[in-house]
């Protein structure tokens, strides 16, 4: 099936310093098809007007375009409503609209928020900001040797004090699927509020925010097929209704008089200044594709491929694997090192033979503090049109760094 999606992917059919492309990065940013590319073309060949404010046949077209893309992500991630999708430019911002509109206004001093220690930047150094400016205490919930956030952590963690809790539901690193659904119980059970980081599953697996009963859930768009500069920020409308606006200008406003202003009605009030509306005619391209293909299937190939790199790189002697081997407890993600070998020296070596990997401290500081590897890691990350052949790729790669730094094959 992966071969077939893969011709749908013209980059990926291409050599790269003389060998077969091999793209194993999309935990970073996935490729595109050629129905996004040609979504993103055709708004513009045919489209293209400011959305929300001009009485013209384009302009209206051009905010159809926009509206619609919310209703598909309404369905695609089963919010209850489209007020409750909010257009960003990626997960970053989106949690940075939080901090922002809800941490520095609902919390005080004294009170407690509660994050992992394997979050991303983006749902961590905000929230440090939150807890200086408000004399909050920012608290971690650790990891097991699988990579996986414990229940006794998330009983002894989460308190009465705590106001928020903001957790990643996979991990970019090691790829683990957390207990998210018991932590958004547990917050809820002490009266915070859970805010979820879903941009490492969302494009991978099956997600319904109703149904976890998240607070807010974060993604970005160019992590599941969709162009740069569109993410979501899915909240609960009452949560929503009480948050003021974080970037006003434009768009967001109901009235404004010299000395005041009254805000627009959800979403809007939200979405200041002109909308990425390419991006949202990707973005609903890039779920339709999904969609087409199925999240099962997503999941299966997936899947499939992370037990066979597993497989092949437990008989490689001189690899080490960090996070759980279980593929059921995690995604399309690997994480691991070559012994005698910086990263950076593996990914260059890789590169020559086509093959493309993440290697450093993937915007997670603390959690490789935590793990030990501050030099960082090799990561892989797989998407739907990763193949086997991607796997022997890597592997023979694998085996002829170490051969060309003079350690033998084994
Ligand atoms: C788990 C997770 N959260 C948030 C982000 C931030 O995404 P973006 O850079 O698109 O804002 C990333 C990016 O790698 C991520 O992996």
Request: net charge negative.
């Amino acid at each position: 099936m992966n071969k077939e999606i893969k011709k749908d992917f013209p980059i990926l059919d291409q050599e790269i310093h003389g060998h077969r492309f091999t793209y194993l990065d999309s935990a970073a940013t996935t490729q595109k098809p050629i129905a996004v590319l040609e979504a993103v073309n055709d708004y513009y060949k045919n489209y293209n007007a400011n959305p929300h404010r001009g009485a013209y046949y384009l302009s209206e077209k051009s905010t159809e375009i926009y509206e619609n893309t919310r209703t598909v992500v309404k369905e695609f991630i089963g919010a209850k409503n489209e007020k409750e999708i909010i257009f960003v430019k990626n997960a970053t911002e989106a949690f940075n609209l939080l901090a922002h509109s809800y941490g520095m206004n609902f919390i005080k001093e004294g009170d407690e928020i509660v994050i992992s220690v394997a979050e991303h930047h983006s749902n961590l150094v905000p929230w440090q900001q939150v807890a200086k400016a408000k004399g909050a205490l920012l608290k971690y919930l650790y990891l097991d040797e699988e990579g996986i956030i414990t229940e006794e952590e998330i009983a002894n963690k989460i308190t009465n004090k705590t106001k928020i809790v903001s957790v990643t539901h996979v991990s970019n690193v090691l790829g683990t699927i957390q207990p998210i659904k018991k932590i958004i119980e547990k917050a809820h059970s002490v009266g915070a509020v859970a805010f979820i980081d879903i941009a490492q599953s969302v494009p991978h697996m099956k997600i319904d925010v109703s149904q976890l009963d998240a607070d807010a859930a974060v993604f970005s768009g160019h992590k599941m097929l969709a162009p740069m500069g569109i993410g979501v920020l899915y909240g609960k409308e009452e949560l929503l209704e009480k948050m003021p606006p974080f970037m006003c200008g434009g768009d967001m406003i109901e009235y404004v008089t010299e000395q005041d202003t009254t805000f627009a009605e959800l979403p809007n009030k939200f979405e200041g200044g002109t909308q990425n509306v390419e991006g949202a005619a990707g973005l609903t391209s890039a779920i339709q594709y999904l969609n087409e293909i199925g999240m099962d299937n997503v999941e299966q190939i997936e899947d499939e491929l992370v037990s066979e790199t597993l497989k092949r790189l437990e008989e490689l002697p001189f690899v080490t694997v960090y996070g759980t081997k279980d593929t059921k407890k995690k995604s399309g993600v690997i994480s691991f090192n070559v012994e005698g070998i910086h990263p950076h020296d593996v990914a260059s070596i890789l590169d020559s033979y086509g093959v493309a990997i993440r290697v450093g401290r993937h915007c997670a500081y603390p959690l490789l503090n935590y793990m030990g590897v501050n030099a960082g890691t090799c990561r892989v990350s797989f998407y739907i049109y990763n193949t086997m052949e991607d796997v022997e790729a890597l592997i023979e790669g694998l085996k002829n760094t170490r051969k060309w730094l003079g350690y033998g094959s084994k």
